[in-house]
């Protein structure tokens, strides 16, 4: 067996372990949401870092823990303005569950590492009518002004479709 080869295939297989695995296929500085129409729900998933919410100045200055808890407390009570769904859903917002394993342990941190902390929030929409819809608008860049990309995985009757959302864009659509 030629041994750059195999060299080249035991770098390799790390590489294509993290690609296939999802997890952090995003870039960086991006929000994820995954989007789940299943009658009668509109759910939807956030997993992201907290400096892609509030951005690296915020995360890396002065007290980390307090624009974590700020972040996760604005996710929570704005989440109403945040998400909307398509009227012709008729949906309501139910169950909000928004959680960091690393900032809610009370863990001691270096304030460098605030913005590496992993942040999932789950919003979950009761409709009368949820295979009707055909939108979300996220306002999610206009809550927080450091938030830059949002990359969306859609799970719909309509079918799977993948988007990314860039300011000014708000409007996550699918199905027409």
Known sequence: MNWSFALLMLLAA?????????????????????????????????????????????????????????????????????????PAANCKLGPVNVVSEELEGGQNRAKESYGQAELQATFGFNCTNAAAAKFVDVDLFEAFKDARQIDAQIDAPQGQFKRMLKRPNTRLGWGG
């Open 14 to 86: 790390p590489l294509a372990a993290g690609a296939q695995s999802g997890r952090h296929a995003a870039p960086r500085d991006s929000i994820k949401l995954e989007l789940v129409v299943q009658v009668p729900t509109v759910v939807i998933e956030l997993d992201s870092t907290l400096e892609s919410i509030a951005g690296p100045a915020r995360t890396t200055r002065g007290d980390g823990q307090a624009t974590a808890d700020n972040v996760m407390k604005r996710l929570r009570a704005e989440a109403p303005e945040l998400f909307k769904v398509d």
